[in-house]
């Protein structure tokens, strides 16, 4: 009969939820979840730096000519910082204030001072052809929009444009300690009733106990030993960075019918139909990662741009080893810069969203594995991307 009722409640896709007026903001000690760590990483806010802040900056070149990057560091010729291919572009990592000039040969073709809220910097066309282009016409549109954008949000947009809001799922995240229940047929070998958590609405992190049971645990440790290896960062393969020293590997769902019945039971969680959670539609396969003493995986974004609108949308990451000491999952942007550090117990898992509701993705999200101080650690990243991979 339970089985029955839970799976209506399901089927009917409904999810019990208290109104959010009725909340108010909790402070990490009052939420009530049991951990084996909850807090803040500082105990004062940080106000977000504007002068002298980093800021990812794109330079379209609209001549037809290649130009020569350079970073004006205060000597007359510069810093070489590249070639920005005729009609091209190039994007870098910079601070405000900053300057940059162009050139091609001697001749000096543009320079740029990087202000706030100004992201995307354009070489003008010196052709009326190029000028009436239809990229050039793109191109001055996301101009205008990055920068009214900002303007209005006082956050930088970070995601490809255009992209529209994401068409996923999205668990609401108004208040500190306001809580979501899901239930699921697919538990370990029963119907499940979970909770989802808010443990900071900027960023969106949600905890949610006891999502797998000990012995799924151990099971996926085992899987996840025959698979790990040296991690790499970045694009294309990656390569071996000292920022994460861990080990990872991947696994298909369909690896052990445990696996795939624990998937099934992350749709529900996610309140996303679970055959969307396979790596030809919106999902990678699942992520094992290992790490033993003083290994971390330093701050950093889930999402990247590669140019397209699809992005990482969520990251669901499962504690399956618990480290003695250490190796908090850090959120240091949360909470106006208070930070949330968190160790889950064993079978939770932590999840966080990594765009907004209206299609940027998430600066917040920032995040990092802090250094294993005793014992090992593994976790799981699913990572489900929206609209699709
Ligand atoms: O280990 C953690 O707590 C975070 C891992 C992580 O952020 C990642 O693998 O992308
Ligand atoms: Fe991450």
């Known amino acids: 009969m339970l089985q029955l009722f839970l799976f209506f409640w399901v089927a009917l896709g409904q999810d019990v939820f208290l109104d959010p007026g009725e909340y108010e903001d909790l402070s990490l000690e009052e939420i009530g979840v049991s951990v084996k760590e909850l807090r803040h990483q500082r105990p004062t806010e940080q106000p977000r730096k504007t002068k002298g802040a980093s800021m990812g900056v794109k330079f379209r070149n609209f001549r037809r000519e290649a130009l020569e990057m350079y970073w004006d560091d205060g000597t007359p010729q510069g ?61 001055l549109r996301e101009k205008a929009f990055m ?15 255009p992209r529209d809001p994401p068409v996923l799922h ?51 440790v085992e899987l996840g030993k025959t698979v790990v290896r040296q991690s790499m960062v970045g694009q ?23 696996l795939d019945n624990i998937y099934r039971r992350f749709g529900h969680v996610l309140g996303i139909n679970d055959t969307l959670l396979g790596p030809s539609h919106n999902a990678e396969e699942l992520q094992v990662v290992h790490y033993s003493k003083s290994q971390e995986y330093a701050p950093h974004h889930d999402f990247g741009d590669d140019g397209t609108p699809e992005q990482r949308f969520l990251t669901l990451l499962l504690y399956i080893h618990v480290p003695d000491e ?58 489900v991307w929206d609209p699709h991979r």
């Not at 390569?239 to 445990?258: E, I, Y």
Request: glycine share 10%; charged share 25%; with cysteine.
């Open 236 to 258: 294309g393969g990656g390569f071996q960075s000292k920022t994460r020293t861990s080990l990872n590997g991947w696994l298909p769902r369909g690896k052990s019918s445990v």
């Open 170 to 220: 999205m668990w609401p995240a108004e208040k500190v300690g306001q809580t979501h229940a899901v239930a699921t047929p697919f538990g370990p070998d029963h119907p499940l009733a979970l909770r989802l958590t808010v443990l900071s609405t900027a960023p969106r992190v949600f905890l949610i106990p006891e999502l797998l049971s000990r012995d799924e645990c151990d099971h996926v």
């Open 79 to 139: 810093t070489y910082s590249g070639r920005v291919p005729g009609l091209g572009r190039t994007a870098t990592m910079t601070y405000q204030s900053h300057t940059f000039f162009f050139k091609r040969g001697d001749a000096e073709i543009a320079r740029f001072e990087m202000l706030p809220a100004k992201n995307f910097y354009i070489i003008e066309p010196d052709d009326e052809e190029i000028r009436r282009s239809q990229e050039y016409q793109d191109a």
């Open 326 to 383: 250490g190796g908090a999952t850090s959120f240091p942007k949360a909470f106006n810069g208070k930070g949330l550090q968190v160790v889950p117990n064993r079978g939770d898992a932590v999840l966080f969203y990594n765009m907004l509701p209206d299609g940027n993705a998430d600066d917040l999200a920032l995040h990092a594995g802090m250094p294993v101080k005793k014992g090992e650690k593994w976790v799981c990243n699913l990572w």
């Open 147 to 161: 920068e009214a954008y900002e303007e209005r949000t006082g956050t930088p947009w970070l995601s490809f444009y």
